[in-house]
């Protein structure tokens, strides 16, 4: 089995990513004022399918950061299909944004300190 990472949340640190996260925005929005009136294709059984994947990864002992934020992001696109499901879509979205912060946790353990020649 891989080496597996523990987690320590700096909170100072993701205070600040999620600030400049912030102002990222506030420029995106700026810069790109108009935004898709579509959250996702419509092709639910493709998603499906890629949740089905990204679950059988993360339950099988090959999760990766990736698979992991898949897991979150498609649960929340799904969420999102049902009409009213607010609560439901929402909760599975901050999963998604915690999936994300976790990755930046790790940053330091997936980005090479040095170059190879």
């Known amino acids: 089995?891989?080496?597996?990472?523990?987690?320590?949340?700096n909170k100072p640190e993701l205070a600040t990513l999620c600030a400049d996260a912030i102002s990222e925005l506030e420029r995106a929005a700026r810069l790109h004022p108009e935004w898709p009136t579509e959250l996702h294709y419509h092709d639910e059984e493709q998603?499906?399918?890629?949740?089905?994947?990204?679950?059988a990864l993360n339950d099988h002992g090959r999760a990766t950061g990736t698979s992991l934020f898949s897991e979150e992001f498609l649960e929340f696109l799904l969420a999102a299909r049902k009409p009213g499901n607010n609560v439901a879509a929402r909760a599975e979205l901050v999963q998604a944004m915690a999936m994300l912060l976790r990755n930046y946790c790790h940053l330091n353990d997936y980005i090479p300190r040095e170059v190879n020649p």
């Open 47 to 55: 998603q499906e399918g890629n949740l089905a994947i990204a679950r």
């Open 1 to 9: 089995m891989p080496k597996q990472l523990t987690t320590v949340i």
